[in-house]
């Protein structure tokens, strides 16, 4: 896949649709404007995808103006999971600080 598949939803953000990855379970929504969007590595667009993926998420898969690939989330990665059908993530507080 690749970032021209992103839809620009309005000018603070970038939608990763539920088709971009195989198994996504919601859309991705990535909050940065048109120059921020030009320094959007792809692998920081595919760990939003891939966040997406996770058991339990809910309504979308987020990522904050200062996304970059981390471990597992972006880095500025955001997510909620169920409380019942949901997962804990280190990956989503750090693995330095959790």
């Known amino acids: 896949m690749s970032p021209e598949q992103l839809i620009r939803r309005d000018d603070t953000?970038?939608?990763v649709p539920a088709g971009y990855k195989q198994g996504m379970l919601v859309k991705g929504t990535i909050y940065v404007d048109r120059t921020l969007e030009?320094?959007?590595e792809s692998?920081?667009?595919?760990?939003?995808a891939n966040v997406?993926?996770?058991p339990g998420i809910v309504k979308a898969s987020i990522a904050m103006p200062d996304i970059h690939t981390g471990y597992g989330f972006p880095i500025g990665g955001v997510a909620a999971f169920d409380l019942?059908?949901?997962i804990i993530s280190p990956g989503g507080v750090?693995?330095?600080i959790n």
Do not use: H, P
């Open 94 to 96: 750090g693995y330095d």
């Open 43 to 48: 692998s920081a667009i595919e760990q939003v």
């Open 52 to 54: 997406a993926t996770l």
């Open 84 to 86: 019942s059908e949901g």
């Open 13 to 15: 953000r970038l939608e």
């Open 38 to 40: 030009k320094d959007l």
